[in-house]
């Protein structure tokens, strides 16, 4: 850890608790700044509210005072869920306050250089996979960020000789003034989280901020097949290490339907890969790439790709039973991660689908829907997905009134060699707190079954 004494003295501001907003509170006192606290949540029911109080910070709970910002302050930490427009956020811009969120202070402490990925889909397996090679190649890597473990408490722990392979949202990244990853990837771009940025353009620019300090000694792996990818590109000044699904062979990392180039060069047999879908293939790519520039072995980065089949709620491989073949997708809150889904596999699916309606339209899925032989419709949005699947051409569609059922329906209406695949195309909160619940759900239903 280092630079530890530039908080000392200093009077900040932590809005919102949760997990990051915990960690950088303690972390900052624990620095010797004067800590305040302000979350939503009233005190009586927030336990890391709490434990602050009870270490000696200030804490100021149950909504967000207007004359917080009467006092004088020299920093702000933000929760990444805490949008822009509100009200204190607003009045420390107009203050020209500092406004961070949590993975800025971890890079002011890390020793360890810091791989950081971002993109609108494929962010956690690409840090997984990355991660699992560098772990197996003798690195003895770190995770952290979106993918769950709080950042700067990662950072805090490293090491000169470790390396951070942090998961970094939109949110987490319009927070950010130093920040800079020796190596940058952005594995896609697409319309997302446009509630919280407004438009496609700010979305975009929010994930532009991953390589905005970086330098001529650092890398920048993106998409070279999405055009507004190229574009970003463009401005880095990293060196740039493109990636193409698309069967092109260039400098960068490549892949047609038998290998992957590295630098136009045969490097592996794609027959060797276990996780499924072309969306996959980027996130392959990405964290081969990564690896390869940091000196992984080959045999690790193959020994990963040749048993990997999945993060957990992300196109994860459950079971195979009776010649059924079981993907838990929970993670697929939205149309785009569904189609993604759909597109890794030739045969027939069984899809279970349906939660939370924001009244979102399905008809994106359309054109990815022809190899579904039935349709199982559940939640929220059931009635309105089961109409949209037959209007696609299933006529095998019906409705359960719970995971478990979706599942036993699944089985009696499959046979040998159908995929049942759960990626709901909307989000669990009809149902479940989180899409990990509804994936542990229909896992447990699974699982039950004989």
């Not at 990051?20 to 800590?35: C, D, K, M, R, T």
């Not at 097949?225 to 400098?251: C, L, N, R, W, Y």
């Not at 059924?324 to 069984?350: E, H």
């Not at 995929?419 to 447990?444: C, K, N, Q």
């Amino acid at each position: 850890m280092k630079n530890i004494d530039q908080f000392k003295g200093q009077k900040i501001l932590v809005l919102g608790l949760a997990k990051s907003g915990y960690a950088a509170a303690e972390l900052l006192h624990s620095f010797g700044a004067q800590v305040i606290v302000n979350d939503a949540s009233p005190l009586e029911n927030n336990e890391e509210a709490k434990v602050l109080l009870e270490q000696g910070l200030t804490v100021i709970c149950g909504g967000h005072p207007k004359d917080l910002l009467d006092e004088s302050f020299d920093l702000i930490v933000k929760n990444p869920g805490i949008p822009y427009s509100n009200p204190i956020l607003q009045q420390a811009a107009d203050m020209n306050l500092p406004i961070w969120t949590e993975i800025e202070l971890a890079y002011r402490i890390s020793e360890a250089p810091i791989i950081g990925i971002t993109g609108s889909n494929g962010k956690t397996t690409t840090t997984t996979l990355l991660y699992h090679m560098l772990n197996i190649g003798g690195e003895n890597p770190l995770i952290a960020g979106n993918i769950g473990t709080v950042a700067c408490s990662v950072a805090k722990e490293a090491t000169k000789e470790q390396k951070i392979v942090l998961e970094a949202s939109s949110f987490q990244l319009m927070g950010i003034d130093q920040f800079r990853p020796k190596i940058a990837i952005l594995t896609n771009l697409y319309e997302a989280h446009l509630d919280y940025h407004g438009d496609l353009e700010s979305y975009q620019d929010a994930k532009a901020q991953m390589i905005k300090n970086q330098l001529a000694d650092d890398y920048f792996i993106y998409n070279a097949d999405q055009p507004h990818v190229v574009e970003i590109a463009e401005h880095a000044a990293a060196v740039k290490v493109p990636f193409s699904v698309e069967g092109k062979k260039m400098t960068g990392i490549s892949a047609d339907d038998l290998r992957i180039y590295w630098n136009g060069e045969p490097f592996i047999d794609r027959s060797v890969i276990k996780l499924p879908g072309k969306h996959n293939l980027e996130n392959i790519l990405c964290a081969i790439a990564a690896a390869n520039l940091l000196g992984c072995k080959k045999s690790a980065i193959i020994d990963v790709l040749s048993s990997f089949t999945g993060v957990k709620h992300r196109m994860q491989f459950v079971k195979e039973l009776n010649g059924r073949k079981y993907y838990n997708d929970s993670k697929a809150t939205n149309t785009l991660a569904t189609k993604s889904a759909l597109t890794a596999f030739d045969g027939p699916v069984i899809l279970l689908a349906g939660g939370l309606d924001r009244g979102h339209s399905f008809e994106e899925l359309r054109p990815y829907m022809d190899n579904v032989k039935a349709v199982i419709a559940l939640g929220e949005t059931k009635e309105r997905f089961a109409t949209f699947a037959r209007s696609c051409g299933v006529e095998d569609v019906k409705i359960a009134s719970s995971m478990e059922e979706a599942v036993q329906l699944a089985q009696a209406n499959s046979v040998e060699k159908d995929v049942i695949l759960l990626s709901p195309a909307s989000a669990s909160w009809d149902e479940y707190p989180s899409f990990e619940i509804r994936g542990d759900r229909f896992i447990t239903a699974v699982q039950a079954l004989d």
